[in-house]
């Protein structure tokens, strides 16, 4: 019914820059929060950024200062802009958003998920 798509992942050196994208797709009404989520192997998903429908923002301690999340609300898009990129960035990143939509009970809010995109950043 919806769908997270992300895309940008690469490989980039350190200090490098790399721009992520997640658009939602499907039916649905709105989007609450939507965020970035990181997951390492062996380690823990974690939260990377999360912006409010009307725009507000949090970050992670470890990315202030060098990441910026943004959206689209038009296209149900949420951006995450990565500077001065670290090796302990590496990660698998997902995008995730609380999606309103019609359901079999009616209207309700779910978190969707995307299927991540790999960031890699190595000399």
């Known amino acids: 019914q919806v769908q997270l798509v992300e895309s940008g992942g690469g490989l980039v050196q350190p200090g490098g820059s790399l721009r992520l994208s997640c658009r939602a797709w499907g039916s649905l009404i709105s989007i609450n929060t939507m965020a970035w989520y990181r997951q390492a192997p062996g380690k823990q998903r974690e939260l990377v950024a999360s912006?409010?429908?009307?725009?507000?923002?949090n970050y992670a301690d470890f990315v202030k200062g060098r990441f910026l999340i943004s959206r689209d609300n038009a296209k149900n898009t949420v951006y995450l802009q990565m500077n001065s990129l670290k090796p302990e960035d590496t990660a698998v990143y997902y995008c995730k958003g609380a999606v309103v939509a019609a359901g079999p009970g009616g209207l309700a809010q779910n978190d969707y998920w995307g299927q991540g995109t790999q960031v890699t950043v190595s000399s």
């Open positions: 912006i409010t429908q009307g725009g507000s923002t």
